[in-house]
């Protein structure tokens, strides 16, 4: 072996036991080449999710307990109204003895509102809640969804499903009242006036029962938490108002009844006799607020909620 030889040997080995070794496998994964539809079939398939989630659908049977119990509850009287309209329908023809009350468009909310309130509380926290506390929201953001599209996407779901809770009862009425009268198609031309503002008020309803508690379930990653934190929010800002505008009377206070504008199931409570054109009932509304003015402090509830949230969501950690 020469010495030029050994040069060469001597300059090779270090390089080869320096390079880098391995091999490339085929591990047969196939790249996605399908259609890419960005960030609105992502926030539309996020409110298909949350939707289905309010339901419990997808879910064991007992994550369906509480969202349909409380809708079958909040649509029995109307349900029940509905059964027995031929009944009704005989006694109010025949006049004999007291005329029966029937339940009406604009006050069904008034009456049963506590149900559609227990909904919220118990599927609110539900959509909210679980993804902060088990850490998945960097699993959302990392795709073409945003912060914001994901809150609203919450939001619009929330308000879909309460939506339809609203309506139920409100077209077992509309049929029942139908059912009363022996000429349908008259009954059908006479009824849909009364019954169509059902749809904006139920409407404005739900957007601000979803605001507000997805809002305030928002800032717990604790279901428990969030539910109490709405109850809490709701009972005291019904009852604080109620009781400052108590005082205010024996005070000559002039402009303690503005505070129950602050009230969210009283404002929402106006804002349906607005809908409906109806005047305010002095035994639920005391003070000179008008259901025009109640119908005002709803939407801009609504917007200051939703503001929030979405403000929320911008500093949430992920």
Avoid at 43 to 70: D, H, Q, Y
Avoid at 177 to 198: C, H, R, S, V, W
């Amino acid at each position: 072996m020469t010495a030029q030889n050994l040069q060469q040997m001597g300059t090779t080995a270090p390089l080869a036991a320096s390079s880098p070794g391995g091999s490339i496998y085929d591990l047969g994964y196939r790249h996605y080449d399908g259609p890419r539809r960005g960030r609105s079939w992502a926030m539309w398939s996020l409110f298909v999710e949350s939707f289905r989630s309010v339901w419990g659908f997808g879910r064991p049977m007992t994550a369906k307990a509480a969202p349909f119990i409380l809708t079958g509850l909040y649509a029995l009287p109307a349900l029940f109204q509905l059964a027995f309209s031929s009944v009704i329908s005989q006694e109010m023809t025949n006049g004999s003895g007291p005329q029966p009350e029937l339940l009406a468009y604009h006050s069904y909310f008034s009456m049963f509102y506590f149900l559609v309130f227990f909904f919220c509380v118990a599927q609110a926290p539900e959509l909210v809640c679980r993804d902060q506390r088990y850490r998945v929201l960097p699993l959302y953001f990392t795709r073409s969804l945003g912060r914001l599209e994901y809150a609203l996407a919450r939001l619009a779901s929330l308000a879909a499903a309460l939506f339809l809770v609203l309506m139920v009862p409100c077209v077992a009425l509309f049929i029942g009242d139908i059912l009363m009268k022996p000429d349908t198609f008259k009954a059908i031309g006479d009824e849909l006036p009364k019954a169509l503002p059902a749809f904006p008020a139920n409407g404005l309803i739900a957007l601000g029962l979803a605001a507000i508690s997805l809002t305030v379930s928002s800032f717990s990653p604790r279901r428990a938490y969030s539910a109490i934190a709405l109850v809490a929010y709701v009972l005291l800002a019904e009852a604080v108002p109620a009781a400052v505008f108590a005082i205010g009377q024996s005070s000559d206070w002039s402009w303690t009844d503005k505070l129950f504008l602050v009230m969210p199931i009283s404002s929402l409570d106006g804002a349906t006799n607005w809908f409906f054109g109806k005047a305010l009932q002095p035994g639920r509304f005391t003070g000179s607020l008008t259901a025009e003015e109640y119908a005002i402090a709803a939407l801009i509830s609504v917007v200051l909620f939703t503001t929030v949230l979405l403000f929320r969501y911008r500093r949430v950690p992920a």
